[in-house]
């Protein structure tokens, strides 16, 4: 069955492509992971964008998977369905934080949020413990 979403204007892939500029300046270096989801009408549509970035060597991404995420996310800023982001840096100790979005825009999550809407198991209603060497942090203002 396939998920029906808002089609984005060229407004809304605009703001996309600034909030996902903000959230790469705001990265910093390492390896990531982007995951974007949105509610729609028969299930949720999910993006993932994986990146890396150092100072002395650049960024490094696949462009394809990059305007896969940007089409996702001007769906998002429609501000329309219900949806949040996620980054992941992977490391020694992971760290994770996020956002959610309210009427489109970007609502940094605080610790105990992030933790909570990442070790929530919607098949249970239960909250679980976080994976083993993941550090969960307020999330920063982007956009």
């Given amino acids: ?14 703001r996309a492509l ?26 949720t549509a999910t993006r993932q964008f994986n990146f890396a970035q150092q100072e002395k060597i650049g960024f490094i991404a696949d462009v394809e998977m990059g305007e896969l995420f940007c089409e996702l996310l001007g769906v998002v800023v429609k501000g329309e369905n219900p949806s949040g982001l996620v980054r992941r840096t992977w490391g020694i100790t992971d ?7 309210e009427e ?27 994976a083993t060497g993941v550090e969960f942090s307020e999330a920063p203002a982007i956009g």
Avoid: Q
Wanted: net charge negative.
């Fill in 1 to 14: 069955m396939a998920i029906l979403l808002p089609v984005p204007d060229d407004e809304n892939m605009n």
């Fill in 18 to 43: 600034e909030i996902f500029e903000s959230v790469l300046k705001e990265t910093g270096d390492g390896i990531h992971t982007l995951t974007l989801n949105t509610a729609g009408l028969g299930g």
């Fill in 95 to 101: 760290r994770v934080c996020g956002w959610k979005f």
């Fill in 104 to 130: 489109g825009k970007p609502v940094p999550l605080a610790k105990g949020e992030i933790f909570e809407a990442y070790c929530y198991n919607p098949e249970t209603g239960e909250l679980g413990g976080p």
